[in-house]
């Protein structure tokens, strides 16, 4: 099995950018998904693949991935993208699914 | 539209057994490539990854729970069912399904269910 590594907190002025990292070496072989969950909601996926938002996720989401690590940027952080952000991918193996550890991203 | 609806008790005792279903409507678990997840979340926690059933019946589970866990698929139904046995307080848990979408070599979990809340205690 494989870990991935998030930062636990991470926190950006409203109206800047911010990119949420998620580390772990599956991540050479296999895109990471991206998970906003606020408090008491279920997850919601904002980024899959290489770069994919769901219809309803701002333009404002974008993910890249380089070596080990994937990340989530933010562009122009807004109030309501204060959340838990999760990133989730493949195991090594190929057969299993791991989540980070999760970043609480703080809107100040 | 796709949705997801996690049920089963609230309270469980220690050592016994947890079964949870997920009940979902707007695809077919028939349907090549589809899949239905479940995912746990213990209070304040980590999201984790625990079991997943493909339409041909193919099964992964947590490598870490395996020799607990159970998951089975009732087409007619439209129901997908996790077992777990010996439950511990550690347990307890918000417990999720979510269908397994993907495309071009890649997958994701979306949409998920609202979660159903597990304690164990005596």
């Known amino acids: 099995s494989s870990e991935l590594t998030q930062d636990p907190a991470v926190s950006v002025a409203l109206g800047q950018t911010v990119r949420i990292t998620c580390q772990g070496d599956n991540l050479r072989n296999y895109y990471a998904s991206w998970y906003q969950q606020k408090p008491g909601q279920a997850p919601v996926v904002v980024i899959y693949g290489q770069n994919n938002r769901p219809s309803g996720i701002p333009d404002r989401f974008s993910g890249s991935r380089s070596g080990y690590t994937s990340s989530l940027t933010i562009t122009g952080a807004q109030a309501e993208d204060e959340a838990a952000y999760y990133c989730n991918s493949r195991d090594s193996s190929g057969h299993h699914w791991v989540f980070g550890g999760g970043t609480q991203l703080t809107v100040l | 539209q796709i949705t997801l609806k996690e049920s089963g008790p609230t309270l469980v005792k220690p050592t016994q057994t947890l079964t949870l279903t997920c009940s979902f409507s707007?695809?077919?678990?028939?349907?090549?490539?589809?899949?239905v997840g479940w995912i746990r979340q213990p209070p304040g926690k980590a999201l984790e990854w625990l079991a997943l059933?493909?339409?041909?019946?193919?099964?992964r589970y947590s490598p870490s729970l395996e020799r607990r866990l159970t998951i089975t698929k009732d087409t007619s139904k439209n129901q997908v069912v996790l077992t777990m046995t010996n439950m511990d307080p550690v347990d307890t848990a918000t417990y999720y399904c979510?269908?397994?979408?993907?495309?071009?070599?890649?997958?994701?979990?979306?949409?998920w269910g609202q979660g159903t809340l597990v304690i164990v205690s005596s």
């Open positions: 979510a269908q397994r979408r993907a495309d071009w070599g890649w997958d994701w979990f979306d949409p």
């Open positions: 707007g695809f077919s678990l028939r349907n090549s490539g589809v899949g």
């Open positions: 059933i493909y339409w041909d019946d193919d099964k």
